[in-house]
């Protein structure tokens, strides 16, 4: 994976139903950081980093990601880990992770990945017998074989144990001393030195 160029936010504002939850919102996040969004429930956590991927337009203001400003220019740089896990239930974790590096035309090593966040005891079992902390470890192995430089997490702490979080924190240090960026909206610590971004719900 090559270094990230920086994520630049500048003058956004974000307008959900009907409601204003930030205007004005500028920053840059630099190859190698880790940023942690953090606010009440409300405040526009999930919509800012929607709004990054290109899967919601802003009300005002710009994205860019070097020089890519337009949203499916952005998308191509960008792996997603929302509060679905894309993992397909009668196909086994090894299968998906397959799947998933021929689609993004990544040569990384499935059976490496799988053994990094805990899985290799369960590479052949189907997704469907795997528990929500285990499908949260598939969706962040294929985060990591996507190889994408910029990595927007929702939540990616949820429904994992310690070792999890641990793994998880451990997989997003690694990407970012490669000179990734690592943008997470979170309500407990990751566990990693970053930058941290608190939004708060508008009045």
Known sequence: MASSPAVLVDKLACIRGQRLLFRDLSFRVEPGQVLSLEGP????????LRMIAGFIAPAAGTIAIGA?????ERGRRIGWLGHHDAAK????????????ARLYGSDADVVSVM???GLASLADL??????????????MARLKISKRPVWLLDEPLAALDADGKGRAAGLVR????AGGIAIAATHE????????????AAA
């Open 41 to 48: 429930n409300g405040a526009g956590k999930t919509s800012l």
């Open 68 to 72: 890519a400003a337009e949203a499916e």
């Open 89 to 100: 239930l009668q196909l086994s974790p090894r299968e998906v992770l397959s799947f998933f």
């Open 115 to 117: 053994a990094e966040i």
């Open 126 to 139: 189907p997704c469907q017998y795997l528990s929500a902390g285990q499908k949260k470890r598939l969706a």
């Open 174 to 177: 690694t990407h970012c001393l």
């Open 189 to 200: 610590p990751l566990g990693l030195a970053c930058e941290r971004l608190t939004l708060g």
